[in-house]
């Protein structure tokens, strides 16, 4: 076994793979942070950056990771960690270490261009049309509301709180902020009405009905979200101001006040951005406001992004996609909508995940008797560390941002 740093002189065992010596050529590339990494063998080589960055470590259980990593890019990443063949000490900052490297690592981050078309494609064909939306949609949010509710806070919320710089808060209290906030953006009087696209477990709708006296009006396509929902809005005795529906955005018929839509936009797909804005606009009466919570991509990552698929929509959220935040914005006014100013609070996101994968991790015995295995643990930890990641890097980003009916559409809008 040996330890050493890479330089330029580094020779390379000859018995190394083929995949193992590319493998080393793609890291001498690194640009930003420290990785060390160890082989199966033992030896460890730490490649350094030359701006300051994260400190990472990575070691193979055996040289075929390579070739998983090389082809697959960060879907063979997590297939490997979830069938324990690759390990680190801290997959957030290596994952971190990564998505800051993405240009210098393009090999790892993208695998091969034909392996790259066909997750492309695969991504394609589970398209947001009405009954490809459903499927989507019930293969994370039906996964069971008992493995949900084992880490999530009492208010069941899956979507970024608001900690505006104070991380001692509870992940309650910070989710409950996020409310707040939105219902002040919105600044509904009582009796007035909400429709909520997509509404979870009904968090926002039962804290709107009980805080503001408003007529919320929630829609999901996750039957089991909707049970819940149904229930926690009866045992709170606010159902006759908050009501839910099994129903597709696009076929809400209704006007209301105001509209609120929480991180259901990244479920939507790129195809089906127009025909959103579109529902959002028709949807909401005239001097009424939207706000929309949406996870955003940095705008030099989009291309590559957008051509073929990633971790999160082969294994977590088949059907997702991403949007600039430039891009949210003008294909909202295309649809005759008015943006705010956006509010954006990724580092808030990337605590919250924080929180969530202590709470998973701490639930871990409890979660195995519902039938969720060692893999899915696996996966489910590389989900959440991957998006951490995300927003700690900057590769991604939430936003809360305000949407209101122009008085006078724009030329080329919907």
């Known amino acids: 076994m040996s330890t050493q740093d890479y330089s330029a002189a580094t020779t390379l065992p000859e018995h190394l793979p083929t995949a193992a010596k590319l493998l080393y050529r793609v890291l001498r590339n690194l640009d930003t942070g420290v990785l060390t990494f160890t082989s199966p063998e033992g030896n460890s080589t730490t490649f350094r950056g030359a701006h300051d ?16 990593v090389l082809k697959s890019a960060e879907i063979g990443l997590a297939e490997c960690y979830r069938d324990h063949r690759l390990f680190t000490s801290n997959l957030t900052a290596f994952l971190a270490l990564c998505a800051l490297n993405q240009r210098a690592l393009e090999k790892v981050f993208y695998g091969k261009p034909l392996v790259a078309l066909l997750f492309r494609i695969k991504h394609m064909l589970r398209g947001n049309t009405r009954s490809g939306s459903k499927k989507n949609i019930s293969a994370h949010y039906d996964l069971s509301n008992d493995f949900y509710q084992l880490w999530l806070d009492r208010t069941m919320t899956y979507s970024a709180a608001v900690f505006d710089g104070n991380y001692a ?7 409950t ?3 707040e906030r939105i219902l002040q953006v919105l600044n509904p009087q009582p009796g007035e009405t909400i429709l909520e696209i997509g509404c979870g477990w009904g968090g926002f709708a039962e804290h709107a009905a009980k805080t503001r006296g408003v007529k919320v009006h929630g829609i999901t396509l996750s039957k089991q979200q909707l049970a819940f929902a149904n229930a926690r809005i009866a045992a709170a005795g606010l159902a006759q101001n908050a009501t839910f529906e099994f129903i597709d955005y696009r076929d809400v018929t209704m006007q209301y006040d105001h509209i609120v839509s929480i991180e259901m936009f990244e479920a939507v797909g790129e195809r089906f951005w127009p025909t959103y804005f579109k529902a959002v606009h028709d949807r909401l009466k005239p001097g009424g406001r939207a706000v929309v919570q949406a996870i955003t991509i940095d705008d030099a990552a989009f291309p590559r992004y957008r051509a073929t698929s990633d971790f999160i929509r082969e294994y977590i959220f088949p059907g997702g996609m991403l949007a600039p935040v430039n891009r949210f914005i003008s294909d909202a006014n295309n649809a005759g909508l008015e943006a705010g100013e956006p509010y954006m609070f990724g580092k808030d996101y990337a605590e919250t995940l ?19 295995d060692e893999k899915f643990l696996q996966i489910w930890r590389f989900y959440l560390c991957y998006c951490e990641a995300g927003f700690e890097s900057g590769r991604t980003d939430v936003m809360q941002i305000m949407l209101t009916r122009a008085k006078h559409k724009r030329l080329g809008s919907v």
């Open 354 to 372: 924080r929180r969530w994968l202590e709470s998973v991790n701490s639930q871990v015995e409890k979660i195995r008797p519902l039938g969720f």
């Open 177 to 179: 902020a996020k409310y």
């Open 53 to 68: 960055g994260p400190h990472a470590d990575l070691r193979f259980a055996d040289w075929d990771v390579a070739k998983e």
């Open 169 to 175: 808060l509870p992940l309650e209290f910070a989710q």
